[in-house]
């Protein structure tokens, strides 16, 4: 810094030297402002050396274990002392928030269900607590917050799967929420569940049942002669009746034919495209000759 101050005086000398022979009509105006703008350009250099001599640097010890959830200050800026230049948060108030959910959805959901959480494109998942229910201001919808103990590999505003359990229950037997049929009884104040079973003849055999819990694709039923392994009708319509003969479909072997439909038009396609290939080098060599 004292080389610079020497350097920055010298300059200055020579300038008030220049302004002097340009008193007495010497053509110096050049030179006056070449060693001006050197002038400043030392008095800049100076100034940002006066500036950094002031700073030390330090290790910060935050007062909290937590995570850094805004950083305010870019190395190289100077901070504004009104501003914080890293804000953080707590563990424990670190959450993942849910998107807004109908109301109607949330019947069976208390504050403390378990939740398992599984970030999008990773196989990484996580436990997860539901501690809060929140009203956001529009009808009939509300989010969900979580509290999860392992935040190491999530970050802020990363997009994750929410998978919500609000009770379990083992060695029960679901099937499809689209298998079930509701109807209201005869004197229409009971609402009556009923599923299609099918026999080795293909006969439909038109089963009441009694429902639990249901996650939106399976539901829970229960009756008598109920068993694990019964065949049944997924999506029955309104031509679903007793003692009525359907046409079973395999859904695995229309699968594997529609697999091999697209293995038999891509191989069609590549072999076209090869012809067409060849087609086009035929015409280019027969358009070649005839200019010969």
């Known amino acids: 810094m004292q080389e610079l101050k020497q350097n920055l005086a010298v300059k200055n000398s020579q300038l008030r030297f220049l302004k002097n022979q340009y008193g007495e009509g010497a053509d110096t105006v050049n030179d006056i402002n070449n060693l001006t703008g050197e002038i400043k350009a030392l008095e800049g250099e100076l100034i940002k050396l006066n ?11 935050s007062p909290i274990d937590g995570y850094i959830v805004k950083i305010n200050a870019l190395k190289g800026q100077y901070a504004d ?31 403390g269900n378990t939740a398992n959480i599984s970030v999008i494109n990773n196989n990484n998942s996580y436990e997860a607590i539901l501690y809060k229910i929140n009203n956001i201001g529009i009808e009939n919808l509300k989010t969900l917050e979580f ?24 060695n029960v037997i679901t099937v499809p929420l689209n298998a079930v049929v509701k109807r209201k009884s005869k004197n229409g104040k009971i609402d009556k569940y009923y599923i299609y079973l099918i026999d080795k003849n293909n006969k439909v055999t038109e089963k009441e049942v009694l429902v639990g819990m249901n996650n939106g694709e399976k539901i829970e039923i229960s009756g008598e002669n109920i068993k694990e392994g019964m065949e049944i009708v997924v999506n029955p319509n309104d031509k679903i009746k007793n003692n009525v003969i359907v046409k079973r479909i395999d859904y ?24 067409i290939e060849k087609n086009e080098a035929e015409i280019i060599r027969l358009k070649r000759n005839e200019k010969k």
Do not use: C, M
Not at 147 to 170: G, P, Y
């Open 147 to 170: 509290l999860t103990s392992d935040f190491k590999d999530l970050s802020l505003n990363q997009e994750v799967n929410i998978r919500l359990i609000h009770q379990k229950k083992e």
């Open 252 to 275: 695995k072997q229309i699968k594997i034919n529609k697999e091999k439909e697209l293995e038999k038009l891509q191989r069609e396609n590549e072999q076209k495209k090869k012809d």
């Open 81 to 111: 002392s009104l501003t914080p230049v890293v804000v953080l948060t707590k563990i424990q108030d670190v959450k993942i928030v849910s998107e807004p959910v109908r109301e109607n959805q949330l019947q069976y959901v208390n504050v």
């Open 51 to 61: 500036n950094e001599s002031g700073l030390v640097r330090r290790a910060i010890i």
